[in-house]
C-alpha cells in the first residue's frame, strides 16, 4: 500500500513537501514513482528514484525545482517541490514500479497507486 500526504494550498513561488509511506511488499518496489494529474488534463509523470539508489529522473517541466527523495529506514519517499508554480496544481499520485530497475515515466508500468494529494498553487 502507499500513502501520500502533504499536499495542500500554497501561494506561487512557495514550497510543499510531498510525502509516500510504503507498506506491505515494499521490497518488491524497485522505483518510487511521483505523478501528477490536473482537471481536465492527463496523469503526466513528475519523478521518480529507485529504492536501490542511483540518480533520480525528473520531467522536464519540474527539472531544478522539485527533488525526489528516498528514506529507505521509514520505507518513504519525498517530493520537495519549490518555486512552484500555476501549473503545478494538480492531484499528486505516488506509485510503485516491481517489475523494473529502470526509471519508467509511463504511467502503465506503475502497479501500485497511493490515492492521490491535492496540490494547489494560488496567485
Known amino acids: 500500500q502507499l500513502q501520500a500526504s502533504g499536499g495542500g494550498l500554497v501561494q506561487a513561488g512557495g514550497s510543499l513537501r510531498l510525502s509516500c509511506a510504503a507498506s506491505?511488499?515494499?521490497?518488491?518496489?524497485?522505483?518510487m514513482g511521483w505523478f501528477r494529474q490536473a482537471p481536465g488534463k492527463e496523469r503526466e509523470f513528475v519523478a521518480a528514484?529507485?529504492?536501490?539508489?542511483?540518480?533520480?529522473y525528473y520531467a522536464d517541466s519540474v527539472k531544478g525545482r522539485f527533488t525526489v527523495s528516498r528514506d529507505n529506514a521509514k520505507n518513504t519517499v519525498y517530493l520537495q517541490m519549490n518555486s512552484l508554480k500555476l501549473e503545478d496544481t494538480a492531484v499528486y499520485y505516488c506509485?510503485?514500479?516491481?517489475?523494473?530497475?529502470?526509471?519508467?515515466?509511463?504511467?502503465?508500468?506503475?502497479?501500485?497507486w497511493g490515492q492521490g494529494t491535492q496540490v494547489t498553487v494560488s496567485s
Open positions: 506491505g511488499r515494499t521490497f518488491t518496489m524497485n522505483i
Open positions: 506509485a510503485a514500479d516491481p517489475s523494473s530497475f529502470v526509471i519508467s515515466d509511463y504511467a502503465g508500468r506503475y502497479r501500485y
Open positions: 528514484i529507485r529504492w536501490s539508489g542511483g540518480s533520480p
